[in-house]
């Protein structure tokens, strides 16, 4: 924590030195193509993308897709070559080395060393584990728009009412789940995603704390790990114990309708969706936010933490002017305006700036939530799967897989977890 | 001027044909040659290797679970559009009062993108969000997980799209019933057929044409299905609901694989052209 | 069938059952005019105070309306194209009784839709063509055209021969024989294949999503836009949904009594 502040002081210091001689007009009349994934982030800046245009004369053309269609088109027009595409979204800690040796992310190294570079855009404020996201061997090939992972949410009032203690360590989960049952039959005491392809990103933090990893001391990919399992067997039971019906079916959508009702008791869900929480009637006031409780027995709280980046195309034919777009839409100045509309910024000197500070002081959720961002973005990590340099979303289907077994009943978590050694080894190279 | 000779009327035949041909090779032969160069094991830069893709497959248990998947489906779904189908088709032929729109309420559903099938599906069908298991409860009947269930979950699928392609079937029916030469009839009721025995020995065999026009529109989606599954489960619980075609879009576009997922789409390509082929082949029988 | 029964119960009784086909739809429009959080309430919500917030933020805050008219140049244009070149084929198919072209016009429906999005799109980049409406027109008549084709298949093997074989004895091109002589029956089948190659054109969302400039997107792959982490809309997307659906059903509404009036059995064959 004290680095981070001390970072931000430095930034701050840094930031008015230059400021005016920067040429913000020089591409002044080009047109950029951009690219961007629905996030709430996505929703916020669409609306602010006149004001670049004003300030600097380029025009932007922006789309806009749910995260598949997203990946379908973007994948379609990066294989086919597109210099259309100058700007677009891009998730590193799934797709950076792959897009990276396709040769689809511009070098940002050189842009960021040149004039092209506004001298108080101050790249260094960026938390440093969030801008290594973003480096494939030397280059930098993104720049992250925000912070994000999965938190742990749980209903205060009903926890008071039925006298449960906040689990302390995640082993205490089953305990705290079945005293609500018992308490309450019409709250689910548990709800987590359970849909193909999305549980890893709140199971990452079940496996790490119950003293897990994706791989064993040699390096060599493995599921079949004492911790891992527990992880697993933890995540998995709770569903099949106390989660709702048809979790295999459910992503962050069906969780946060589920909370958001109050029908469910705690989950384990994105800090995106905690904005869309605070819409529904009642929830400000019985919402808790924590990180998701360390494990007792490893002693270890190792939570999932990731960022949206945003990138310029290799193919782009004005990657400059799509640099200005970048840099501006990464900008101080815009993170501050979006910090204070619940986007976690990615800016160590906007993250502990007054404007983000004083809109979390107006609800104790709003302060909860940004102490936990705060603590998962220093102890956080951004695998939560196989390593492997090319086929990360495969690994995550195999997560997946693992666990729909344990929900199921179809196999324990030891049987399944075990099964996929081979599969999850192959990945790796 | 004299009667055109039969040569005249092969050569007048071959022009109609041709832009329809034109067009499908067109567009169709950049993409399957494509597809069949990356499932040889072309990469851009090498010529085509080999059949390891292939063989690949034929070992892969996940293929012959999605093959399985794609064809239960199949044949559930086709049997029961079909049958709903004629049997709604006749139910608005014979009672022509229905009109308007009340006709095009029961037409309406295969209106609605499959997308946006799926999506009401998501928010509906939820065992525990759900309007469906709320009017279950409503009648005193026990939940049910719809399309959670690993065992009911395929069935569940077929049922969804049964639920949106049976007025289509209907349509296509209808339209075959009126276009039914009226003579036959006459002929029909002179001999005195009349009720199931007219639609088993008259109707029937005329709807043929109409009937395989049905099935063959039906089983190229039915074979390649892909939207319901792809909002709603993603292909489970499990493998539940995994079929090629879910199969090949994962490898594709998820995984990046695309030399292997482009094996699963030719072999997916064969199976529909295989049952296309029979459709078509059997148009010479049932034709009157 | 010249007497069609009218019994007492054969309206309420189809009446009834339109209802319980539509539900889904129902659930969807009033879905439209709810909040997001109520959509998914638990148990429904059967009376709430209906918003028009979801159509605003549908056509205030997205390019929804441009969208749409994109969709029906798209679908209209299509579904033009592929009955243009569907009429001969199939007269020449039925006639003649072929296999192989009826299969053929099919090979755009066998493979997966990605297994094209990738080889179009590169296709049409080196053609220039790539974001333009020719483009998604084309992708789209590959599948109206077949569409077409077989719809008018068994109209076409219903017609009497001996009209066509007049026609041929006084000498009359085919050309001609098609359109003087063989559309006006078939016109039944016309309609029906319309009706179809709109709807599937209109609701196609995979090639549009590939193949679709900045200008050109259609309504159903900008409907997209409100599903995402932080940003799901049930609300404003059911009425995206709503609005998309809309089109289809007038126009069926619209055709389905020439589809019907006056011709009962046979009517056609004189």
Known sequence: MRQFIIGAAVALVAMPAAAQEFDWRKHDGETINVMLNNLAWTQLMRDRIEAFTEATGIKVRAETFSEEQYRTRLTTLLQGGSSELDVFMTLPSREAPLFASNGWYADLTPLLKSEATDPAYNYDDFSAALRQSGVVGEAVTSVPINVEGPLFYWRRDIFEKCDVEKPEYLEDLPAAAEKIRACDSAITPWAARGLRGTVGYPLGAFVYNMGGDFMDEDGKASLCLPGTIKGLDLYGSMLRDYGPPGATNHTFTQVMDLLGQGRVAMTNESSNEFSTLMKHEGRVEDIGVDVLPGGRESGISKPVVINWSLAVSGLSEKKEAAWYFVQWATGAENQEELATQGIAPSRVSVFNGEGFRNWASESRPRGEWLEALLEISQTGSSLYQTPSLTRTPEAREILSNVVQQIVLGQADAETAACAVTDEVQALQN | MPPRSPGQQAMSARWMILPAVVMTLAMVIFPLGFAIYLSLGGNGTLPALGLGHYSRLMADPAFWSALRVTLVLFAVALVLQLVLGTALALALNRYNVVRGLVRTAILSPFMLPPVVVGMIAIVVLDPGLGAANWILESLGLPHFLWLASPRWSLLVVALIDTWQWTPFVALIVLGGLQALPARVYEAAEIDGAKGWSLFWHVTLPLLGPTLLTAAVLRSVDLLRFFDIIYITTQGGPGNATTTLNIQAYKLGFDFMDVGYASSVMIVLALIVLGSVVFFASLRKKVSW | ?270
């Open chain 3, 1 to 270: 069938m010249s007497d069609t029964p009218r019994s007492r119960w054969s309206t309420p009784v189809f009446t009834i059952g339109a209802l319980l086909f539509m539900s889904p739809i129902l659930w969807m429009a009033l879905s439209s005019l709810k909040s997001p959080q109520e959509v998914t309430a638990y148990p429904p919500k059967l009376l709430f105070t209906p918003t028009a917030a979801n159509y605003a933020e549908l056509f205030g805050r997205t390019d929804f309306l441009h969208n749409t008219f994109n969709s029906f140049v798209v679908a209209g244009a299509s579904t033009l194209l592929g009955l243009v070149i569907a009429i001969p084929a199939a007269f020449a198919i039925s006639w003649h009784r072929m296999v192989w072209p009826a299969t053929v016009s099919l090979f755009a429906r066998m493979a997966p839709g990605t297994l094209f999005l990738l080889p179009w799109f590169i296709m049409f980049s080196k053609l220039g063509m790539a974001g333009g409406y020719t483009a998604l027109i084309l992708a789209h008549a590959v599948i109206t055209m077949p569409l077409a084709l077989w719809i008018l298949l068994p109209y076409l093997d219903a017609t009497p021969r001996e009209i066509v074989e007049s026609g041929q004895i006084d000498g009359c091109r085919s050309g001609t024989i098609l359109i003087r002589l063989v559309l006006p029956m078939i016109y039944p089948g016309i309609v029906v294949a319309t009706i179809m190659s709109f709807v599937f054109s209109w609701n196609y969302f995979l090639f549009a999503l590939a193949l679709s400039g900045f200008d050109t997107k259609t309504a159903i792959v900008a409907s997209f836009n409100f599903i995402g982490e932080g940003t799901t809309n049930w609300g404003a997307l059911m009425a995206a949904a709503t609005v998309i659906a809309l089109p289809p059903l007038v126009l069926t509404f619209t055709v389905q009594r020439w589809l019907v009036s006056g011709l009962s059995f046979g009517a056609v064959k004189g």
